[in-house]
């Protein structure tokens, strides 16, 4: 067994199979990396001619069809929108999405397909839940194989993981209009983009997604749960379903809600280390492709890049921490010997909460990915991570979920620091702040600013309110600092739309569902709008060529001021909330005390 490429001499961590910040470990991290890299300017060069209205492998066959859906919708897909119309349509759509969901949630004990006889959610589950997958957070306080039937599962959950992510491309696609377009009016169409991104991208991949997980063990079928008799005679339910067609698209579309409880962590949803990596690969796809959809739009593709290098950079350094702190184990557990199982356990990392098939590396791997983007999915339980290991995810999800983030999320929040480090280099040169030749007006930096604060207006405001009160101290399982990262990390994946949560808090009260549902729909909603402004502001000016006074905005000196920007933003504004909980938690643990 190796260790840092050396024989570890304990041999209680050799029989337990752990092997800690090994060559094989940092192997399976660069092929995943290579993966990424290899498949964004491909998919980029087919969302860009997709977008634009070009044709494209697919058309021959999907063309009749997307013509078929304007013409029975009244869609005109020549006529686009302004900005203010694009932003309606959405919140129209969304709307009507949500209170189509309710009502699922809300009848299903009256609906088909529920072989299991679940009955209605209450209200304020069913609230939360409708406005988790509209917004494509999919923070799910229930489980699902003990509480949603099929139909809800794949005509209520399964729909909208489809439709909230092509609403995330379209909004991507705005905006980057807005940077582009010179002297315009409008934005694009939110229906042709809605269709486009649902038909020709998210529907295709998902089926051949759903193929390969069917091949990899994953169930897909109607039949009821199977009951089994166990070696020792008691009675087991192994429930199953229509699994493949959920989980893939929680993955591509960066949705995250599984159709089990323990989510990726469970067999029958990720089944094999392929499946494991085929994940990982599914869930960065769509928003690494669309930094390369930026640059090439924007008339430079290196302006892609140095966004996927600042995504790539933020990345790598998560994934290092993370790994290191999982590896390094508790300092409380001092291994004796052979027979001391939890020890030997530590010695060899901290394999607590983990899936044996996938290992530290792995789960440590899953865990960055999963919360740089807005995906949510688990392969393991982010509750019994090492204190610095779980600040890790946290501070993911607090960066606003930019690194490659949600399906366009990512790359419109990432957009929006960008403005930011813009107008700071403005500042330190004295001259006004441009970006691919659009000037920075203060209108825009100021709606720019209200769209990045709503965020930790709620999730640090709804902190402070539950860790005072006595119904948000109930709901929480451990004392001290770690009892305070479980709320603060409640509210941090909802208002960033990620759905991934330290397992120790019970969510499923009034409390949490009503002040969770909110902070899900201004984490989403409230971000929305002033990011549709600021397209709209931009595409209205003209595009000015390059000066000698123009800062290069493709080279290593932007990147390193954009992941400096967006560190100094983050850090100035949770380091304190992130003081008295996973610092504090740590460094708690170096001197015994354990929560």
Not at 243 to 263: D, R, W
Not at 268 to 280: R, W
Request: proline content about 5%; overall charge neutral; glycine content about 12%.
């Amino acid at each position: 067994m190796l260790w840092f490429g050396r024989k570890s001499s304990n041999p209680a961590a050799s029989l337990l199979g752990v092997t800690p910040l090994t060559f094989n470990g940092w192997l399976q991290i660069a092929l995943f990396c290579a993966i990424v890299l290899l498949l964004t300017r491909p998919l980029g060069g087919y969302l860009t001619r997709l977008f634009a209205g070009e044709r494209t492998l697919l058309s021959p066959v999907l063309r009749p069809l997307e013509v078929g859906l304007y013409r029975l919708s009244g869609i005109d897909e020549r006529t686009e929108q302004h900005w203010l119309t694009y932003t309606l349509a959405m919140l129209a759509f969304n709307l009507v999405c949500f209170l189509l969901l309710y009502a699922f949630l809300r009848l299903q004990g009256w609906l088909p397909l529920n072989p299991q006889g679940m009955t209605a959610l209450t209200p304020d589950l069913a609230l939360n839940t409708a406005v988790s997958f509209v917004t494509n957070t999919n923070w799910q306080n229930y489980g699902g194989e003990t509480t949603l039937s099929y139909l809800v599962q794949m005509a209520g959950l399964t729909v909208h993981n489809f439709v909230s992510a092509a609403t995330g491309i379209a909004l991507a696609l705005a905006l980057v209009r807005g940077f582009v377009r010179r002297n315009a009016k409008t934005v694009g169409n939110f229906w042709v983009d809605l269709v486009r991104g649902t038909l020709y991208l998210l529907l295709p991949l998902a089926i051949l997604g759903a193929l390969f997980f069917v091949w990899q063990g994953v169930p897909q079928n109607l039949g009821t749960y199977t009951e089994a008799t166990t070696v020792e005679g008691a009675k087991q339910v192994i429930a199953q379903g229509p699994v493949a067609s959920q989980e893939v698209i929680k993955l591509l579309g960066t949705n995250g809600g599984g159709f089990f409880n323990a989510n990726s962590a469970h067999p029958f949803e990720n089944p094999t280390g392929l499946s494991n990596l085929v994940t990982l690969v599914l869930i960065f796809l769509i928003g690494a492709g669309l930094t390369n959809v930026f640059g090439r739009m924007v008339g430079d593709e290196r302006q892609g890049w140095a966004i996927f290098a600042t995504m790539g950079l933020l990345f790598l350094a998560g994934i290092a921490i993370c790994y290191w702190a999982e590896a390094a184990g508790n300092p409380a557990f001092v291994p004796l010997g052979v027979d001391q199982i939890a020890s030997a356990a530590q010695s060899g990392g901290n394999m607590e909460g983990k899936e044996v098939r996938f290992g530290i590396a792995n789960s440590a791997l899953f865990t960055t990915v999963t919360t740089d983007t807005s995906c949510g999915a688990v392969n393991t339980m982010h509750d019994s991570l090492m204190p610095l290991g779980g600040m890790v995810p946290l501070t993911n999800i607090l960066l606003g979920e930019t690194i490659f983030g949600g399906v366009g999320s990512g790359l419109y929040g990432m957009l929006l620091y960008v403005i930011i480090a813009m107008f700071v280099a403005g500042l330190m040169v004295g001259r006004t702040p441009e970006y691919v030749g659009k000037k920075l007006e203060a209108k825009d930096v100021k709606m720019t600013m209200l769209a990045l604060l709503c965020v930790p207006l709620v999730n640090l405001g709804f902190t402070s309110i539950a860790a005072a009160i006595p119904m948000g101290v109930a709901a929480v399982s451990n004392n001290g600092p770690h009892g305070f990262s479980e709320i603060f990390y409640a509210f941090v994946s909802q208002a960033g739309n990620n759905g991934s949560a330290f397992a120790g808090l019970n969510g499923n009260t009034p409390f949490y569902n009503l002040t969770g549902a909110l902070t899900m729909l201004v984490g989403r909603f409230a971000l929305i709008v002033p990011m549709m402004a600021v397209a709209g502001s931009l595409a209205a000016k003209k595009r000015l060529p390059p000066s000698l006074g123009t800062f290069p905005t493709h080279g290593p000196l932007f990147v390193l001021l954009l992941t400096g920007t967006i560190l100094i933003m983050v850090g100035l504004t949770y380091f304190p909330a992130l003081a008295l909980g996973p610092v504090a938690e740590h460094l708690l643990m170096q001197g015994g005390a354990l929560y």
